[in-house]
C-alpha cells in the first residue's frame, strides 16, 4: 500500500491518551492499580509497559497490548488490543479468521487503510467498522508511530441482515445526550444503534465535570472501556475505582457499573459492548 500524503501532511495533535511502553526504573514502587476479579479487570496504564507487548502474525513493525482475550471467569465475546505500527510497518493479511469482525480506533498517528481495493486515510478519531471475511490492509506510510485500538469479535449472523463497512472520524459525528442530563453526559455512536446488522456497538461516552451515571447499571452486555481523556471514579461491583486516561476496564456481563466524572477536563472513554442478538441456549 502507498499513500504519499501521509508522509508529508502534518499531524494534528492527537486528543487522546496514548503515552505506552517504556520501562520504570528499579526504585519505583511496584504497588498500582492494576486488579482482576470474578466481575471486571482493571489495566492502569502504568503497567502497559514494553515487556508485556506480542507481536501478532502478518504484521511487520509491529507490536500490541492486549487488553482483553476471552477467558474463563472473564468476558468473553471479544478481544482488544492497542495495536504500534512503526514508519513501514502493517499488514497485507491482518484478520486470521474469516468469521471474525474487527473495528479499529486511531488514537495517534496516521493510519492507510485498504479494505476490498479502496484506500482510505485515518488520523486521530479516525474509526473502520470491517464486517467478518472484508479484505483489508493496513499500513503506516508516515514517519510517525501510529497507535490504533483493535476490537475483534465473531460474528453472529442474522438472516435478511448483511453489516456494511464504516468509515469515519468521530469529530464528524453529532453526540447524543442521555435523558435529563443537560448535555453534560452523551454518547457519541459510530455505529448504527438501529440497525440489526452489527452485533457490536463501539461508542465514545463524554462527561463534563461532575456529571456521573446515577444508578448501577447491571445488563448482559459485555463491555471494553479505554480512557481516552480526563479522569474519573468507577463503581465497579461494589468497588470505588478510580481511573485515568490511558486505563482500560473489561467488565463481564452483569458487572454493576456507575461513575463520576472528576474533573476539571472532560471524561471520555472508548466503550465496546455486543447487543443485537437474542441469548443463544
Avoid at 10 to 28: I, K, M, T, V
Amino acid at each position: 500500500m502507498s499513500n504519499t500524503p501521509s508522509a508529508t501532511k502534518p499531524l494534528q495533535r492527537s486528543p487522546y491518551y496514548s503515552d505506552l511502553g517504556g520501562h520504570p526504573p528499579q526504585n519505583d514502587l511496584l504497588t498500582d492499580r492494576a486488579i482482576v476479579t470474578e466481575a471486571y479487570t482493571v489495566i492502569p496504564r502504568g503497567v502497559m509497559r514494553d515487556i508485556v507487548t506480542s507481536v501478532f502474525p502478518e504484521w511487520t513493525g509491529t507490536r500490541a497490548w492486549v487488553l482483553n482475550r476471552p477467558v474463563a471467569g472473564g468476558a468473553t465475546t471479544f478481544a482488544q488490543s492497542i495495536v504500534e505500527v512503526s514508519p513501514g510497518g502493517g499488514s497485507e493479511n491482518p484478520e486470521p479468521q474469516s468469521g471474525v469482525e474487527g473495528f479499529l480506533f486511531v488514537v495517534e498517528g496516521r493510519l492507510a487503510l485498504e479494505i476490498e481495493g479502496q484506500g482510505h486515510e485515518l488520523e486521530a478519531g479516525g474509526f473502520a467498522f470491517l464486517p467478518a471475511g472484508t479484505a483489508w490492509k493496513a499500513a503506516n506510510n508516515g514517519v510517525d508511530v501510529v497507535r490504533f485500538h483493535w476490537i475483534r469479535k465473531r460474528y453472529e449472523a442474522l438472516a435478511g441482515h448483511v453489516p456494511a463497512p464504516v468509515v469515519g472520524n468521530e469529530a464528524d459525528l453529532v453526540p447524543g445526550a442521555m435523558p435529563g442530563t443537560d448535555n453534560k453526559w452523551r454518547t457519541t455512536r459510530m455505529l448504527d444503534p438501529e440497525n440489526l446488522a452489527y452485533d457490536m456497538h463501539v461508542n465514545i461516552v463524554t462527561f463534563e465535570p461532575g456529571a456521573s451515571i446515577p444508578f448501577a447499571e447491571t445488563h448482559v452486555m459485555e463491555h471494553g472501556l479505554y480512557v481516552l481523556e480526563g479522569k474519573a471514579v468507577y463503581r465497579l461491583n461494589g468497588d470505588w475505582v478510580e481511573v485515568q486516561e490511558g486505563d482500560y476496564m473489561a467488565l463481564r456481563a452483569f458487572c454493576p457499573q456507575a461513575c463520576y466524572a472528576g474533573g476539571p477536563a472532560n471524561f471520555r472513554y472508548l466503550l465496546y459492548k455486543d447487543v443485537n442478538r437474542q441469548i443463544a441456549l
